[in-house]
C-alpha cells in the first residue's frame, strides 16, 4: 500500500490469537490500523486449541462466542491414570474439568484457525482492516524525541512483500501437515527470509505509526530489534504432539486424560472435535545434545505414537488418519520488558513461553491483547491519557510471572516419573498432582486474574505489592480514590466481575449482567439502586443521578452534546425492589435516555428479581450488595472492577474518571460515536433510523402476507 495508508495509528505483527484479538478492539474502536504477517495464509491444522472459561467470556462480550461453543468439543471430564503396584495403569481419579459454578462457560477446544475466523469476520464486521499476509517487517527506526508527541508518527517500519513461496512455512518431510517451524526447537527463519527476498523483486513500503505492537511470536523480530530477553530456561523435557482419529480400546479416549506409567513417560488425551484426539506424548527416549536442543530430525509421527503405545500398555492405539503434528521442548521464559516508552508493545509469545499442556498459551497471549487494545484504542482517539498504557505491563507482567510459576511446577509434576511409595522421594506423588490441579482451577479458567491498584484499579494502597512500579522501574500513576469493597465484596477490585443473572424491568427477560457489558471501548457505571420503595433510598438516588447528569459531572465532561449520554460512560441500573412494584418511569430519565426517533431506551435499567423461568440471579446477595442501600460498582471496558463506592460517594466517582478519561476539548473529532449511530440492544447493532426501518420492514412485510 501507499499514499494515505503508509501512516497509521497502529500497526501489528503477527496475524495469530493475539494479533487478531488487538486488530478486532481497533476495529471496534474505529483506530486507523495495518495488520502483517509474514506468513501466506492463517492455519488450517493444528497449533493451539484449548479455550478457557475467561477466553470465551471475552468472545461472548465482542459477540462470537456462540459459534465457538457450536462448533467446539466439550471439556466435561478430567481422569487421571496412574500405575497400580504392579506398573499396569488404570484409572485412579474423576473430576470435573472446569470447577462448576465459576463461569458461566466451562473449557471447550477446537483449533485455531477456526478461532482466527471468527476474529476474522468480527473485525470486517466492524472495520476495512483485514489481515496482510505474505509481508513482514525489515527494518525498524523509533525516534523518542517524539514520544510525548500525541499527533506524531515516531515510528517507521519497512514492510517487504514476500513471494508466495517465501510466504509459505517449511514442512518436514512427510505427507502430514505439522508444525514444527513454530516448534521451540525450530531457528528463526525471519534473517532468511528477508535475505531471501531481497534477492528477489518483492516489493518493499514504508509505513509510519504511532503505536506498534509485536505479537511476532517467540522467535519475535519485534523483540529482537529492541534488544529485549526472554529470561527463564529450557528444561531436558520433549514432547510429542498428534492429532489423530484414534482407533483404541482405552476407554477413556473420548474425555481428558493425563496417564503416567510407570517408567515410559505421560501422556495427555484432549478430545477434540470431528472425533479427532489430540495426544501430548513425553518423548522419554529424546535427550538434548550439548547445546540444549533435542535433534528433531529424529523425530516422526511414527516414532511419537510408539511412545503414546509404551505409556498406553496394556491398552493399544494406532491410527489412519493424522490430521497434524509437532514436538517442542519445555522452556519457561518472561520477557524482561513489555514495552518501550509505551509506544512498542510485545505481547503473547513475544513475551512468555511455556509448556501447552495447562492450556494457557493461546488464552494469555489473547488475554494480553485484551488487556493492552481498548487502553490504546483510547488513548489513540484522545478519550483517555497516555498515562494509562503503562499499566499495560505493570499489569500483564505479573501474570505472565503467575504463569510461569504454575507451568514450572505443573510441567515437571506431569513430566515426572510417579513415585512408587511415599517412600520414593525421587519420583512424583500422584496425590500433590490432583491436588494442584484442583487448587490451580480458577487459574487455568483465566478467573483468577487480579490487577493491582493503579490510577485505573481504586483499590487501597495497602493491598498494592509492587509499590506502584512497573517492570522497568517507573512509577504507575495511582487513583485519586479508594473504593470500599466491604460494599460489595462479591466483585473483587482489580478482578473481572462476576456475572449474575438479572431482570430486564421493561419485558421480564433475563440477562447475566456479563451479556450487558459489550467490548465496545464503555467504562460503565453499574448503579445498584438499592430498594428504590424507600422514600429515603429513591431520595439518595435521584441525588447521585442529579450531579451525574449536571453539566460539570463526569458524563458531560467527556460526551459530546450530539451524541449518547451513554457512548463512553455508559449507566447500567440494577435495583431491588420487587420488578411489578415498580416502572421504568420511577427512575430519573437519565437513566433510560430518550432519543427523538427511537423513544425511550428500555435496555437500561434492570431489577435483581425472580424471573418466570430461569429462577431468581440473587444478585445483590452473590455481590454481597446492602438490598436496602445499594451501591455503585465501576467496571473498565474489559470488564475489570475498578471502583466500589456507595450512592453517597459521588465525589469520587467523578475524581476516578477525570484521571482515566480526558474532556471533550482534548478527544479527536472522531473520537466518539454521534447519536446517529449510537448502538441499539445492548450495544451489538449499530444503525440510523433509515437502518432500523430496513430491520423491521421485512418483519412486517411477513405478518401482512400471513394475514
Not at 485455531?112 to 466492524?126: A, N, P, W
Not at 517442542?328 to 505481547?347: C, H, K, P, T
Not at 473483587?492 to 462476576?498: F, H, T, V
Not at 473498565?636 to 456507595?646: E, I, L, M, T
Request: aromatic fraction near 8%; charged fraction near 25%; include cysteine.
Amino acid at each position: 500500500m501507499a499514499g494515505d495508508d503508509s501512516h497509521v495509528d497502529v500497526l501489528i505483527v503477527g496475524a495469530g490469537p493475539a494479533g487478531l484479538m488487538a486488530a478486532t478492539w481497533m476495529a471496534r474502536l474505529g483506530v486507523k490500523t495495518r495488520i502483517v504477517d509474514k506468513r501466506g495464509t492463517k492455519i488450517f491444522n493444528g497449533q493451539a486449541d484449548g479455550l478457557q472459561c475467561r477466553s470465551l467470556e471475552i468472545f461472548d462480550s465482542f459477540g462470537f462466542a456462540d459459534r465457538v461453543y457450536k462448533e467446539a468439543n466439550h471439556m466435561l471430564e478430567f481422569c487421571m491414570w496412574n500405575p497400580g503396584e504392579d506398573g499396569v495403569i488404570r484409572r485412579s481419579d474423576r473430576m470435573p474439568d472446569t470447577k462448576p459454578g465459576m463461569s458461566r462457560f466451562h473449557e471447550v477446544v477446537l483449533h485455531q484457525g477456526r478461532i482466527e475466523r471468527f476474529f476474522l469476520d468480527h473485525m470486517r464486521k466492524y472495520s476495512k482492516i483485514e489481515v496482510e499476509r505474505g509481508i513482514m517487517p525489515e527494518s525498524l527506526h523509533y525516534d523518542e524525541t517524539q514520544v510525548d508527541d500525541n499527533d506524531a508518527y515516531p515510528i517507521t517500519v519497512q514492510l517487504r512483500h514476500l513471494t508466495e513461496q517465501e510466504a509459505t512455512p517449511a514442512q518436514n518431510l512427510t505427507s502430514i501437515p505439522d508444525g514444527l517451524f513454530r516448534s521451540s526447537l525450530a531457528e528463526d527463519d525471519t534473517d532468511d527470509l528477508i535475505r531471501k527476498s531481497q534477492r528477489n523483486e518483492g516489493g518493499v513500503e514504508t509505513v509510519k505509526a504511532k503505536y506498534m505492537i509485536g505479537c511476532d511470536g517467540a522467535h519475535s523480530w519485534t523483540r529482537r530489534q529492541l534488544s529485549y530477553q526472554l529470561e527463564g530456561e529450557m528444561t531436558d523435557f520433549v514432547w510429542g504432539v498428534l492429532d489423530i482419529i484414534p482407533i483404541t480400546n482405552f476407554p477413556d479416549i473420548r474425555c481428558r486424560c493425563a496417564v503416567h506409567s510407570a517408567s515410559s513417560g505421560s501422556l495427555m488425551v484432549i478430545p477434540r472435535e470431528n472425533k479427532l484426539v489430540r495426544l501430548y506424548i513425553q518423548l522419554t527416549e529424546v535427550a538434548p545434545d550439548a547445546s540444549g536442543r533435542a535433534d528433531r530430525s529424529m523425530i516422526t509421527p511414527e516414532s511419537i505414537i510408539k511412545a503414546a503405545q509404551r505409556i498406553l500398555a496394556p491398552y493399544n492405539i494406532t491410527y489412519q488418519y493424522c490430521d497434524w503434528w509437532t514436538v517442542y521442548q519445555i522452556g519457561q521464559r518472561v520477557g524482561e520488558r513489555f514495552s518501550r516508552d509505551e509506544r512498542i508493545f510485545l505481547a503473547g509469545d513475544a513475551v512468555h513461553t511455556h509448556s501447552p499442556k495447562a492450556g494457557q498459551g493461546m488464552n494469555v497471549s489473547m488475554h494480553d491483547t485484551f488487556n493492552l487494545g481498548w487502553k490504546l484504542g483510547l488513548v489513540v482517539k484522545g478519550l483517555s491519557p497516555r498515562s494509562i498504557l503503562k499499566t499495560y505491563e505493570f499489569e500483564r507482567k505479573k501474570i505472565a510471572h503467575e504463569l510461569i510459576d504454575f507451568d514450572h511446577k505443573f510441567s515437571r509434576l506431569f513430566s515426572g516419573r510417579p513415585a512408587k511409595d511415599i517412600l520414593d522421594e525421587t519420583g512424583v506423588s500422584m496425590a500433590v498432582f490432583k491436588d494442584t490441579f484442583e487448587k490451580a482451577a480458577f487459574f487455568l479458567a483465566g478467573i483468577s486474574v487480579e490487577y493491582d491498584r493503579s490510577t485505573l484499579v481504586a483499590k487501597p494502597p495497602a493491598e498494592h505489592p509492587t509499590n506502584g512500579q512497573n517492570g522497568t522501574g517507573d512509577s504507575i500513576r495511582q487513583a485519586a480514590v479508594v473504593a470500599k469493597q466491604e460494599l460489595a465484596p462479591g466483585a473483587p477490585l482489580g478482578k473481572r466481575i462476576p456475572s449474575y443473572k438479572v431482570l430486564n424491568q421493561s419485558d421480564t427477560g433475563p440477562w447475566h449482567l456479563a451479556q450487558l457489558l459489550r467490548a465496545d471501548g464503555r467504562f460503565r457505571i453499574i448503579l445498584f439502586a438499592g430498594n428504590i420503595r424507600s422514600s429515603e433510598q429513591k431520595a439518595r438516588l435521584e441525588k447521585f443521578v442529579k450531579r451525574l447528569d449536571a453539566a460539570d459531572g463526569p458524563i458531560h465532561r467527556v460526551t459530546p452534546s450530539d451524541a449518547s449520554p451513554h457512548s463512553v460512560i455508559q449507566v447500567l441500573t440494577i435495583h431491588s425492589a420487587p420488578r411489578t412494584s415498580v416502572d421504568i418511569f420511577d427512575f430519573p430519565d437519565f437513566l433510560r435516555p430518550f432519543d427523538p426517533q427511537r423513544g425511550w431506551d428500555y435496555d437500561s435499567i434492570f431489577v435483581d428479581d425472580e424471573s418466570f423461568h430461569e429462577g431468581h440471579g440473587e444478585a445483590y446477595k452473590n455481590y454481597g450488595i446492602d438490598r436496602e442501600a445499594g451501591c455503585v460498582i465501576i467496571t473498565r471496558p474489559d470488564q475489570h472492577v475498578a471502583y466500589v463506592g456507595s450512592l453517597d460517594d459521588f465525589d469520587d466517582v467523578k475524581r476516578y474518571f477525570e484521571d482515566v478519561l480526558q474532556p471533550i476539548e482534548m478527544q479527536r473529532e472522531d473520537a466518539v460515536t454521534r447519536r446517529k449511530q449510537i448502538p441499539i440492544a445492548n450495544g451489538d447493532v449499530k444503525g440510523d433510523l433509515k437502518k432500523v426501518q430496513e430491520m423491521v420492514r421485512p418483519m412486517n412485510e411477513v405478518v401482512e402476507s400471513a394475514l
